[in-house]
């Protein structure tokens, strides 16, 4: 994977650019994405401490899962969430529930540890049904597949796996959603006055992002994990 840390987003540099995300059709990146690939690579950084003191076997189990890409991608963290959400244009509340889910999946399997070969599939399967969850209208498996860069056979098994492994504890109430939304502000830094957007789109920006379907996939750069 390619070095990630120009790409680090502190609390003050997030704090300048506060309120830059708006969901017009050229808006930039949510700065949720920015934080959530910190918190990732943060996450990234304290397994490799771990394996490096583990034993081999554990070492091994620990690698060894269903989300392993077949090389490590040469593709950083941000650059995966930017474009995910380049051809998505999942809301920012999408992002909050993935990371409920990535982290409720980690502690139902204490196994598991995030790392360089995973983390891209885990994204894409944690960010799709997290979409299905949150919005009432979404793209098809098939086209989340060619965003993340992998077959619709393979995205539909890592969906599966996925659902299986989390005991299909999908449900996030209210207080949890707003906890998660309060850890992320947090990372931006005390008091600097961002409010991750907490409410579901308008159906209809949906139903016309779906109408630009079938001519946004023919446009998306392939990526293969």
Do not use: W
Request: net charge positive; charged share 20%.
């Amino acid at each position: 994977m390619a070095s990630s840390s120009s790409l680090t987003i502190s609390p003050r540099k997030l704090h300048s650019d506060l309120y830059s995300f708006s969901h017009q059709q050229d808006s930039t990146t949510p700065l949720v994405i920015n934080v959530l690939a910190s918190l990732i690579e943060r996450n990234m950084a304290r397994t490799k401490r771990i394996v490096k003191n583990c034993s081999m076997s554990l070492s091994k189990a620990i690698s060894t899962n269903i989300f392993d890409c077949r090389e490590i991608p040469d593709l950083s963290i941000q650059s995966y969430l930017e474009r995910i959400f380049r051809y998505t244009k999942a809301g920012s509340s999408v992002y909050v529930v993935a990371y409920v889910y990535i982290d409720r999946f980690c502690q139902i399997n204490p196994g598991f540890r995030i790392n360089a070969r995973n983390v891209h599939r885990l994204l894409i399967t944690t960010i799709m049904v997290a979409s299905k969850y949150v919005e009432d209208l979404n793209y098809r498996n098939s086209y989340f597949g060619r965003v993340g860069g992998l077959t619709t056979i393979e995205l539909n098994k890592l969906e599966l796996e996925f659902l299986f492994m989390m005991g299909f504890k999908l449900h996030v109430n209210v207080s949890v959603f707003e906890s998660y939304c309060c850890h992320l502000e947090r990372e931006v830094g005390i008091g600097g006055g961002y409010h991750i957007e907490k409410t579901l789109r308008c159906a209809e920006e949906i139903k016309a992002r779906h109408r630009k379907e079938i001519r946004g996939y023919t446009q998306i750069p392939r990526v293969m994990l």
